[in-house]
């Protein structure tokens, strides 16, 4: 069975950092690209992240760029999002999803993880 | 950055009727549109790739079409467990979703 377990959320001050992790299970990891999704309490999906199978490709949305970065050790099946310079807004559910395709380029996502939420707040 | 502009935001609809959202691009995005769903307290459920396939295991109530800067979403004969909010996504230039459309039994 095809499995996403995200962990590392938590209550984080203004301005700190947390790193969050994505352990997959079931599938050829290192063949799919990968993404971060977030969701604001009460608000719609929001790209953030994503990163090409071999992990040589990163893609940022603007709001995030600069602030995280997305990696993956794909010998231990893992994706992780490190997240610096926190603020307010960045408070979410954060998701881990594998594409639907074993393709370059990030597109459609058809496995997700149970999400990790992450609280900045003093 | 493409943006994706989803409407209504949100519909009510009687069991059995047929429920239409639209999704409309900023530029050409060709057929690289997704559909998800999402019920609360879940994570997303992917329907319909490449704008108008039908994900496996997807009931065929659900369907998509549209190409270019315009997309329709589509489910023929809305059922009880449809309740759910539903977002678009495109993928011709990095990753955008579109605010979602929740849908609501009258």
């Known amino acids: 069975e095809v499995q996403l377990l995200e962990s590392g959320g938590g209550l984080v001050q203004p301005g700190g950092s947390l790193r969050l992790s994505c352990a997959a299970s079931?599938?050829?990891?290192?063949?799919?690209?990968m993404s971060w999704v977030r969701q604001a309490p009460g608000k719609g999906l929001e790209w953030v992240s994503a990163i090409s199978g071999s992990g040589g490709s990163t893609y940022y949305a603007d709001s995030v760029k600069g602030r995280f970065t997305i990696s993956r050790d794909n010998s231990k099946n893992t994706l992780y999002l490190q997240m610096n310079s926190l603020r307010a807004e960045d408070t979410a559910v954060y998701y881990c999803a594998k594409d639907r395709v074993a393709a370059a380029n990030p597109g459609g996502m058809d496995v997700w993880g149970q999400g990790t939420t992450v609280t900045v707040s003093s | 950055d493409i943006q994706m502009t989803q409407s209504p935001s949100s519909l009510s609809a009687s069991v059995g009727d047929r429920v239409t959202i639209t999704c409309q691009a900023s530029?050409?995005?060709?057929?690289?549109l997704n559909w998800y769903q999402q019920k609360p307290g879940k994570a997303p459920k992917l329907l319909i790739y490449?704008?108008?396939n039908l994900e496996t295991g997807v009931p065929s109530r659900f369907s998509g079409s549209g190409s270019g800067t315009d997309f329709t979403f589509t489910i023929s004969s809305l059922q009880p467990e449809d309740i759910a909010t539903y977002y678009c996504?495109?993928?011709?230039?990095?990753?955008?979703f579109g605010g979602g459309t929740k849908v609501e039994i009258k």
């Open positions: 530029q050409d995005i060709s057929n690289y």
């Open positions: 996504q495109q993928y011709d230039n990095r990753l955008t």
């Open positions: 079931g599938f050829t990891f290192s063949s799919y690209a």
């Open positions: 490449d704008a108008s």
